[in-house]
C-alpha cells in the first residue's frame, strides 16, 4: 500500500503538529489525543466489522477501510488496516474453532483448493489475508478518491499547475510533391 496517498509526505519525515514537540508537554497532550482517537476508531471498527460478519455481510470490511481512512491519517490507517481484520475475522474464527469443528471444514476447503488435506491452519491464514485485503482496498480507493478530488479543487481554485495556454495559429497547410524513385536515384 503506498503510504504516500495516504499521508501526502515523503515516507521518514515527520511535518506538522508533532513534528519537534514530541518531548513538550503540549506534544505529549497531541499524541494522547491522537491515540485515544486511533483506538475509538479501532474499537468501532472492530464491532462494525464483527457485526457485520455476524449477518453474513462480509463487504462491511470493506466499509471499515473507508471509514479508517477517513477519520484516520499515515501510520494509524496502516495499523487500523491490519488490526481490525486480524481482531474481528481472527478472534471470530477462533472462537468458533474452541466451539465446533472447524478445522474439518478448513481441511475440505483446502482440500478442495488442491492443497494438502493436512494443512487446515492455511484456511484459517488466507481468511483473515482475505479480511486484510478488503479492509486495505476500502482504504486505499478512499485515499484515491481524496487525491482526485484535492487536485480538482487545486486547479479549479487556481491553487495548482495548470499547463499555459497554447495560442492559437492559423492552419498550415503541407503541400508534398510525390516522386518516383529510381534504382539510379538511389
Not at 495516504?6 to 505529549?28: E, M, N, V
Not at 477517513?70 to 491490519?82: D, T, W
Not at 487525491?147 to 481554485?157: I, L, Y
Request: glycine share 14%.
Amino acid at each position: 500500500m503506498d503510504t504516500q496517498a495516504l499521508t501526502r509526505r515523503l515516507p521518514g519525515r515527520r511535518t506538522g503538529r508533532l513534528a519537534g514537540i514530541a518531548d513538550t508537554d503540549t506534544g505529549t497532550a497531541v499524541l494522547g489525543r491522537i491515540l485515544t482517537r486511533g483506538t475509538a476508531v479501532g474499537v468501532g471498527g472492530v464491532v462494525l466489522d464483527w457485526g457485520g460478519n455476524q449477518l453474513g455481510w462480509w463487504w462491511v470490511t470493506i466499509l471499515a477501510g473507508i471509514g479508517a481512512a477517513l477519520l484516520l491519517r499515515g501510520r494509524a490507517v496502516a495499523v487500523f488496516i491490519v488490526a481490525v481484520p486480524l481482531v474481528s475475522w481472527g478472534g471470530d474464527l477462533f472462537r468458533r474453532w474452541t466451539e465446533m469443528d472447524t478445522t474439518r471444514v478448513s481441511r475440505v476447503t483446502i482440500g478442495l483448493a488442491g492443497i494438502s488435506d493436512n494443512a487446515a491452519w492455511l484456511g484459517y491464514v488466507l481468511t483473515v489475508l482475505y479480511a486484510i485485503a478488503l479492509c486495505g482496498t476500502g482504504a486505499w480507493v478512499t485515499a484515491a478518491v481524496r487525491q482526485v478530488v484535492g487536485a480538482t479543487q487545486e486547479v479549479r481554485h487556481g491553487t495548482g499547475a495548470v499547463p499555459a495556454p497554447v495560442p492559437a495559429e492559423a492552419p498550415i497547410e503541407h503541400h508534398i510533391e510525390h516522386q518516383e524513385e529510381t534504382v539510379g536515384d538511389v
